[in-house]
């Protein structure tokens, strides 16, 4: 679940680094439109908050289906956990396809087919029958993770289109939607599945609320052409072969095994400890809310101090916290943990893209950085919550789960240390 947020300065600090000059940019009146506002800029973003609500907010909420299928006996919880896992993964991955569309060109044909699958597939996932593992796959896990990643990608490029300057504000706009959503989606599906109209018309209902969300955001949001046409071809083999930064992946990849179990298994954790039904039912709620801020005052401050040096004690106490829910037993407990580990695992999923941007030479290497980064860990995310659904069982074993977990978000801390110490070295400033 990362958010592509990318400081204006930290594009202006790539640039300084090439060896060669970037080529200039257009002046306001080579371009189709103003920059940096305007009509079209702010419904853009808008449109893309909304855009990122309905997808990855949506993708959020999953511990909402994770406790109702675990508690309907569809599966295992290790089973379940690969639909909503799945999910995630092609919401990621569809990062390649989607951005390549979007560069040639077919913005508002990627997204309206996105929508269209999107939507199609929760329609699909409402007829599902409970009890048959083998369609909510299909439906929720290939169909609803595949139309997500057609359009979560695009709606936060496509800002670029419209800002320069003020374009990490833009994207950062975009990118609260993830929260919006976290918030809204949860507090629907946990109402409408425990009322009166139960599994089938609950996701129903929650289909229409995203049909009639896209199709205002694909009436505000619009794409200009690339009117840079000296554009300078990325360093494919230089990626690569860039140390630092694979490291980096392989960190994101391994933080992925835990950071995610939270997001997944809270509510089910605060049912299962005898946490009352409300509260529990409200805890992905309070999780996603409390990440709102943390998407946006820690990456104010990796603006000053650079994305590293922020992310690596935000990670390390996510760590902490997994390994504190070993005592958490109480109302009281379950709110703290979804408060303070929503504010530092926010700040985490959102700092990742700043992250790998400050690795590059160039600017033109940033979407392919992306591309190749988000594709790779997003087989963390789709195998991570797997592996602690088989290790929490049928008796619902916590302990090995927990430390599954934290021990991976730990790990984590390990590799970007080493990479922060690689980029020292390499820069010659702390500020990494």
């Not at 970037?22 to 800029?41: L, Q, R, W």
């Not at 990849?253 to 509260?279: I, N």
């Not at 504190?324 to 109480?330: G, P």
């Not at 943990?337 to 992250?355: K, M, Q």
Request: include cysteine; aromatic fraction near 12%.
């Amino acid at each position: 679940m990362v958010s592509l947020v990318v400081p204006a300065r930290l594009e202006k600090s790539i640039a300084e680094e090439n060896v060669a000059p970037s080529p200039p940019s257009p002046t306001p009146e080579a371009t189709d439109g103003v920059m940096d506002g305007g009509f079209h800029a702010w419904s853009t973003a808008m449109g893309g908050c909304i855009t990122v609500a309905t997808t990855f907010g949506y993708a959020n909420s999953f511990g909402v289906y994770q406790d109702f299928y675990t508690r309907s006996h569809t599966a295992s919880a290790s089973a379940i956990s690969w639909i909503g896992s799945t999910q995630l993964f092609c919401l990621l991955a569809m990062a390649l396809p989607a951005g390549k569309l979007l560069d040639m060109g077919y913005f508002r044909l990627t997204t309206m087919v996105g929508t269209f699958v999107y939507v199609f597939s929760l329609f699909m996932v409402s007829i599902c029958d409970p009890q048959k593992y083998y369609q909510l796959y299909l439906a929720q896990g290939l169909g609803v993770g595949i139309g997500s990643g057609l359009l979560y990608i695009p709606c936060l490029a496509v800002q670029s289109h419209h800002w320069r300057a003020r374009r990490g504000l833009a994207m950062g706009i975009a990118a609260t939607g993830t929260s919006i959503g976290g918030i809204i989606f949860p507090i629907m599906l946990n109402e409408l599945f425990k009322g009166s109209m139960g599994f089938a018309w609950g996701v129903r209902v929650s289909a229409f609320v995203v049909l009639a969300m896209l199709l205002a955001a694909n009436a505000l949001m619009s794409a200009k052409a690339n009117f840079n046409a000296k554009k300078v071809q990325p360093d494919l083999k230089g990626i690569m072969t860039d140390i630092p930064y694979l490291i980096s992946i392989f960190a994101v990849f391994v933080m992925d095994w835990g950071v995610f179990f939270p997001y997944f298994y809270l509510q089910l954790f605060a049912v299962v400890h005898g946490v009352d039904s409300k509260t529990a039912f409200y805890s992905i709620a309070i999780l996603n809310a409390a990440a709102l801020p943390g998407r946006i005052f820690p990456n104010m401050l990796a603006d000053h101090v650079g994305p590293y040096n922020v992310a690596i004690p935000c990670v390390l106490f996510c760590a902490v916290l997994i390994y504190a829910m070993l005592a958490i037993k109480t109302v009281g407990g379950v709110i703290g943990f979804g408060i303070l580990y929503g504010f530092l695992s926010g700040a985490i999923l959102s700092l990742a893209a700043p992250a790998f941007a400050t690795l590059s030479r160039h600017p033109s290497e940033v979407g392919v950085r992306f591309g190749i980064a988000f594709s790779l860990t997003a087989f963390g995310a789709l195998i991570g919550t797997p592996v602690t659904g088989a290790l929490l069982g049928p008796h619902f074993d916590w302990n090995k789960p927990i430390i599954f977990s934290a021990t991976s978000t730990a790990a984590g801390v390990v590799l970007l240390l080493v990479t922060r110490q690689m980029l020292v070295k390499r820069r010659s400033t702390e500020l990494i």
